[in-house]
């Protein structure tokens, strides 16, 4: 077996099998944040937020045959620690216009909830889902536009950006996902297009000290990064 990567590689998926079929059968290990199919290969290559959750999938499915619409795929370890540029034949990873963001916060001096990414994305269009997840790298963030256009638009503004003044800075990609999977509607993820999703949390949702005025100190919109000028 391969040397554990968060990058899983899957054998045998058929045009039948879609990229939500996948996810479906990854999601409950961890985030996604990356996911190509090698359609000529009947192959794909999955990438899931930390090496953790990529050993907890594969050491589930080396005990229960994974199926999908009747056709057994074959999970391993991929030899690739990241997907990168070559992995999808020549289309960049990260460059390809989606309306799925991937975004990383360096320097996080203070909490970063779904509010907060809401207030500094949604000025661009439409914001559908939000997910949170916290890795090795920093914390991270799944933003998912009804539009491929606000995605753009969004992260042409705010690439590089910080989120308050000196700290809190955003780090964009485009994800490769097609659809955001949102569960609960909490401080780590939301699904805007369905408020009736639970919130996993006893008590009030959304709730903590210092979050509540705390849209008043964005320092990327107060210093006019939504503006399209």
């Known amino acids: ?7 899983i590689h899957v054998r045998n ?4 099998i879609s990229e939500n079929d996948l996810l479906q059968l990854f999601q409950p290990f961890g985030v996604i944040t990356k ?12 990438q ?18 994974p199926t999908i619409r009747g056709r057994n ?9 990241e997907l990168t540029t070559m992995d999808q034949n020549s289309q960049a990873r990260g460059d390809e216009p989606n309306r799925i963001l991937l975004v990383t916060i360096h320097h996080m001096l203070y909490p970063i909830t779904v509010e907060v990414l809401y207030q500094v994305f949604s000025p661009h269009g439409i914001v559908e889902k939000i997910v949170t997840f916290q890795k ?22 705010l690439q590089g950006r910080n989120i308050y003044d000196g700290c809190c800075q955003l780090d964009i990609q485009y994800s490769n996902l097609d659809e955001l999977q949102v569960h609960y509607n909490n401080d780590r993820s939301r699904d805007f297009t369905n ?3 639970p919130t996993e949390q006893k008590g009030r949702p959304s709730q903590h ?13 107060a210093h006019g990064a939504s503006a399209s000028a």
């Open 1 to 7: 077996m391969a040397e554990p990567s968060k990058v």
């Open 13 to 16: 998926v058929g045009h039948e």
């Open 35 to 46: 996911l190509v199919m090698l359609r000529a290969k009947n192959q794909a290559l999955l």
């Open 48 to 65: 899931m937020q930390d090496v953790p959750s990529a050993i907890n999938a594969l050491q589930f499915y080396a005990n229960v045959q």
């Open 73 to 81: 795929v074959y999970v391993q370890f991929s030899s690739h620690q």
């Open 136 to 157: 090795s790298a920093g914390f991270q963030a799944l933003i998912q536009y009804q539009l491929h256009q606000s995605a753009v638009s969004a992260r042409t503004a």
């Open 195 to 197: 408020p009736n999703l």
């Open 209 to 221: 000290p210092g979050y509540g005025d705390v849209g008043g100190m964005l320092y990327v919109l």
